[in-house]
């Protein structure tokens, strides 16, 4: 079975700062990565996904995150964050299976709450 | 349209009560989700149905009754819920079950449900 930790419950940040929400994962198997935000009384929207290939993932709203293998990890981060990016992020991963089977399971992390204040 | 709609918005049952929650979707997607969030919480995978037919039930009690009459529909009916019951349940759908596990789920706004 997976689980995914997201390490921080809570990130405050001024505008105009950058941010790196931070991810890690552990699983028997090969996983899919996903990041997805969630504004206040409002669904989930995704922001970027890793399914192979490049490490480093671009997104929508200018976020981009880093698949590391070996540390299990997918961290995610923005060079210079805005009043409206104030929300909750998920990490969540679905894991593959043999023959490259998934599916769609999403395990979801805990959530970091980024509060942008001006 | 990248649209997931769900009604109602809000919800009030009582313990005895029988209520439908209801999803939609014209993107012609072909799996759908019900995942259930408790205040302060991920979300929590409840069943997914791949082409109409339920493919995954994350033993989810009873009292909880997915359906799936047609492609775009998506209804979750409740009976004899328990307060601990009360939350937001998603609804979310993507395209094709066969690459589900890698694919962009779209969320709705959920319903929020309050058993009393």
């Known amino acids: 079975a997976q689980s995914v930790t997201q390490l921080d419950s809570q990130v405050p940040v001024f505008e105009e700062a950058p941010v790196e929400l931070r991810c890690n994962y552990s699983s028997s198997v090969s996983v899919y990565l996903f990041w997805y935000v969630q504004y206040p009384n409002q669904g989930l929207q995704l922001l970027l996904k890793y399914l192979s290939g490049s490490t480093l993932v671009k997104g929508i709203n200018g976020f981009e995150a880093e698949f590391n293998k070996s540390q299990t990890s997918f961290h995610l981060r923005k060079p210079s964050v805005h009043i409206s990016d104030t929300a909750e992020y998920f990490c969540?991963?679905?894991?593959?299976?043999?023959?490259?089977?998934?599916?769609?399971?999403?395990?979801f992390g805990q959530g970091t709450i980024l509060t942008v204040h001006p | 349209d990248t649209e997931v709609t769900q009604t109602p918005k809000h919800l009030v049952m009582g313990m005895t009560n029988k209520k439908s929650l209801k999803c939609e979707q014209h993107m012609g997607h072909r799996a759908m989700y019900w995942y259930k969030q408790k205040a302060k919480k991920p979300p929590e995978l409840m069943f997914v149905?791949?082409?109409?037919?339920?493919?995954i039930n994350e033993s989810v009690p009873s009292r909880f009754s997915p359906e799936c009459p047609n492609s775009s529909l998506l209804n979750l009916h409740l009976h004899a819920l328990q307060p601990e019951d009360s939350a937001l349940y998603l609804c979310?759908?993507?395209?094709?079950?066969?690459?589900?596990?890698?694919?962009?789920?779209?969320f709705g706004p959920g319903t929020r449900l309050l058993v009393l």
């Open positions: 149905y791949s082409y109409e037919k339920l493919s």
């Open positions: 969540a991963v679905s894991d593959i299976y043999a023959g490259g089977t998934s599916y769609g399971k999403l395990t």
């Open positions: 979310a759908s993507s395209q094709d079950p066969s690459l589900a596990g890698q694919e962009t789920q779209y």
